[in-house]
């Protein structure tokens, strides 16, 4: 039996037990909800054990998808975009001691915390709800029977 012809949601339940990368800043991740997949993106680590991830843009899964298969960390020209990051509000440049000149930058997306399963969930969902997030690859699929 090739993998191609397990139901989907046989998959997912199975990448659910594999665990998942160290997440990072820029690392691709993939949300298993139901029988479909999202593609994701870290853009923050907040602690060992929580990390902001956000919805991959579909130019961005499009271009990973076709120049670099085996992409884990976007490079800084796709991370810090307007996809996965806004400006602050009335903040201006801030020149570092390198000096490089940076913007400040709020990180956009949804907190997941490691839970005691070593699944990563939303915040405020059980352990077990559906929706969790896998990182060091990215996948996407939409399940056509729903």
């Known amino acids: 039996m090739s993998i191609s012809s397990i139901h989907p949601n046989m998959i997912n339940e199975a990448m659910n037990l594999k665990g998942s990368d160290t997440p990072e800043v820029g690392m691709v991740a993939t949300m298993f909800c139901g029988s479909d ?7 923050e680590v907040i602690s ?27 490079s800084d020209d796709m991370l810090y975009t ?8 009335g ?24 839970r005691k399963n070593k699944r990563w969930i939303e915040a405020g969902h059980d352990m077990w709800s ?17």
């Open 130 to 146: 559906t929706g969790a997030v896998h990182f060091g690859y990215a996948e996407e699929y939409r399940d056509p029977s729903f």
């Open 82 to 89: 307007k996809n996965y990051f806004e400006e602050i509000p």
């Open 37 to 43: 997949r999202w593609p994701m993106v870290c853009t």
């Open 48 to 74: 060992k054990t929580r990390v902001r991830v956000a919805m991959m843009s579909d130019a961005d899964y499009a271009r990973a998808e076709n120049s670099e298969i085996s992409m884990k960390v976007f």
């Open 91 to 114: 903040r201006k440049e801030v020149t570092l001691s390198n000096g490089k000149t940076v913007r400040p930058l709020k990180p956009r997306g949804k907190i997941y915390t490691l």
